[in-house]
């Protein structure tokens, strides 16, 4: 992790701080492991907003619907996983993590930092919770961003699939202000870890990724699916909901060119994230899955039709299935 340089310092000196600060690790250092088993599942939430001020218990009775109905092997929150709590709702939050005896991670969103403690105290917190969190930031490490590391789906001793968790970070200060995007020096880490794995493996690997803020591309994506709509990959839950895109997707302002990197080195297959509440959409878009993640409470705006989890299955032959779950807060009050 490398802190995003402070907006007051002139751009040369942020670039050049930008640049120079921070340790080299090796690629190694930035992939856990897990087991891969016949037709993987993998829970994406999103968007859970957790904060001090609300019914807790509600929202973990909620979200206990999809979990158990979902019935993962891996649950992944896409960002925005807290916004005003404190310490121990955080902590009380991991532990109903822990509960369902499952292993679960997460990446931050924007709204991370709003909260009763720093973001470096939340990356430290995962780095040593233990429990079933699987979570890597390497912290005094030249890449930017606080959760930037990849799980390994192993089978046979090799990556049968790979995750890959990346920060899309929080807010631009610099020329703008507006959402954040992936740094140079992410995208040169991503293809460093495409690269890696590919030699430790002998042969390139598949990967999905999860991240919080949709890139520019997502726009292309949907205007792409309203002229071919049989590029939309969930179109019998958006027909149910009669919502597929319900706000103007909010990406970046800058295109940071990490689509194209990913295109190029042909590894990713999935993109998934949250940060639009009120979208569900998955598009197939220039060789990739574009996905976002259904919102997993009713904290922050939402519609009472679209909130509950998504699970992508992981097949043998590599292919992806979708399958969207909806509950309604009427069942737990
Ligand atoms: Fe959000």
Redesign the pocket.
């Known amino acids: 992790m490398k802190r995003k340089p402070i907006f007051l310092f002139s751009g040369v000196i942020a670039l050049c701080l930008s640049a120079c600060s921070g340790v080299k690790h090796d690629m190694s250092d930035y992939i856990l492991e897990l087991p891969y088993k016949s037709d993987y599942r993998i829970l994406q939430l999103?968007?859970t907003?957790i904060g001090d001020k609300d019914n807790c218990e509600l929202h973990y009775k909620f979200m206990d619907l999809t979990i158990k109905e979902a019935n993962p092997d891996l649950i992944v929150i896409t960002?925005?996983v807290f916004t005003f709590a404190s310490r121990h709702t955080a902590k009380e939050f991991f532990s109903f993590l822990d509960s369902y005896e499952v292993p679960w991670t997460l990446t931050f969103?924007?709204?991370d930092e709003q909260c009763f403690f720093s973001i470096d105290w939340l990356t430290s917190e995962l780095n040593t919770h233990g429990g079933y969190c699987v979570f890597k930031d390497v912290q005094d490490d030249d890449v930017q961003g606080n959760a930037n590391f990849a799980i390994n789906l192993m089978k046979d001793d090799k990556a049968f699939e790979q995750l890959i968790i990346m920060d899309s970070n929080r807010y631009n200060y610099n020329g703008y202000f507006g959402y954040d995007y992936f740094k140079e020096d992410q995208i040169k880490w991503y293809e460093d870890l495409v690269d890696y794995t590919e030699e430790q493996n002998g042969g390139l690997v598949q990967s999905l990724m999860f991240y919080h803020i949709p890139l520019p591309e997502v726009n292309d994506a949907w205007e792409a699916a309203k002229k071919y709509p049989d590029i939309i990959k969930n179109p019998e839950n958006a027909k149910e909901v009669e919502a597929q895109e319900n706000e103007k997707p909010c990406n970046p302002e800058f295109n940071s060119g990490f689509f194209n990197v990913i295109e190029k080195k042909g590894s990713t297959k999935g993109m998934y994230f949250?940060?639009d509440?009120i979208n569900n959409f998955i598009v197939h878009y220039r060789g990739v899955d574009f996905g976002y993640g259904i919102?997993a409470t009713d904290r922050?705006y939402y519609e009472e039709p679209l909130l509950g989890g998504r699970v992508i299955t992981i097949k043998d032959d590599h292919s992806l299935e979708y399958t969207d779950y909806y509950h309604s807060y009427q069942e737990v009050l």
Request: hydrophobic share 10%.
């Open positions: 999103t968007d907003h960002g925005d969103g924007n709204h949250g940060h509440h919102k922050v």
